[in-house]
T-cell receptor
Framework: AQSVTQPDIHITVSEGASLELRCNYSYGATPYLFWYVQSPGQGLQLLLKYFSGDTLVQGIKGFEAEFKRSQSSFNLRKPSVHWSDAAEYFCAVGGLTGGGNKLTFGTGTQLKVEL | DGGITQSPKYLFRKEGQNVTLSCEQNLNHDAMYWYRQDPGQGLRLIYYSQIVNDFQKGDIAEGYSVSREKKESFPLTVTSAQKNPTAFYLC????????????FGPGTRLTVL
């Protein structure tokens, strides 16, 4: 069964500081990996995705993530955080299995930005 | 503009009543999904449908029902059998078999009094 672990429930960073959110996954084949962001009371917005190819993927809002197969990780990074980045971030894994187009989500990391 | 619409944004119901949450998409996507979100638990899949007139149970289907009579619409009914229905409900859609990327609606917050 596929699973996603986001070990950090809450993270606080100062505005302008760098950010790394951790994501570890378990999947039996080549995974498709996603990072979504959610503002309070809103739906999820896709930040970036990895399907194949270059293991460093660029997303919207200055975010990037690196796929490391040997570590089963897909950590999200941003060089300089802005106050507007405060939100909840979800990592998700899926793939072309018999289960169809299902994604499995992590429990999320709440990001707080101090001014 | 193409997108996913969920209505209403906020919904209040008395305990023991069934309630139906609306989800409509004009993205021409084949697949649609319903998730439940509770604090600290991430998103849990309730039901999903990959094609009209067909749907499958997700991880937490008990106490819920769905229908998929039209490609654009995937309503979710929260029945009185759902023991703890108060939650934030998210609808999503995707192009079937296109790398699983899902697009989300704005959500409906259901409160059962």
């Amino acid at each position: 069964a596929q699973s996603v672990t986001q070990p950090d429930i809450h993270i606080t960073v100062s505005e302008g500081a760098s950010l790394e959110l951790r994501c570890n996954y378990s999947y039996g084949a080549t995974p498709y990996l996603f990072w979504y962001v959610q503002s309070p009371g809103q739906g999820l917005q896709l930040l970036l995705k990895y399907f194949s190819g270059d293991t460093l993927v660029q997303g919207i809002k200055g975010f990037e993530a690196e796929f490391k197969r040997s570590q089963s990780s897909f950590n999200l990074r941003k060089p300089s955080v802005h106050w507007s980045d405060a939100a909840e971030y979800f990592c998700a894994v899926g793939g072309l299995t018999g289960g169809g187009n299902k994604l499995t989500f992590g429990t999320g990391t709440q990001l707080k930005v101090e001014l | 503009d193409g997108g996913i619409t969920q209505s209403p944004k906020y919904l209040f119901r008395k305990e023991g009543q069934n309630v139906t949450l609306s989800c409509e998409q004009n993205l021409n996507h084949d697949a649609m999904y319903w998730y439940r979100q509770d604090p600290g638990q991430g998103l849990r899949l309730i039901y999903y449908s990959q094609i009209v007139n067909d749907f499958q149970k997700g991880d937490i289907a008990e106490g819920y029902s769905v229908s998929r009579e039209k490609k654009e619409s995937f309503p979710l009914t929260v029945t009185s059998a759902q023991k703890n229905p108060t939650a934030f409900y998210l609808c999503a859609s995707s192009i079937r078999q296109l790398n699983n990327e899902q697009f989300f609606g704005p959500g409906t917050r259901l409160t059962v009094l």
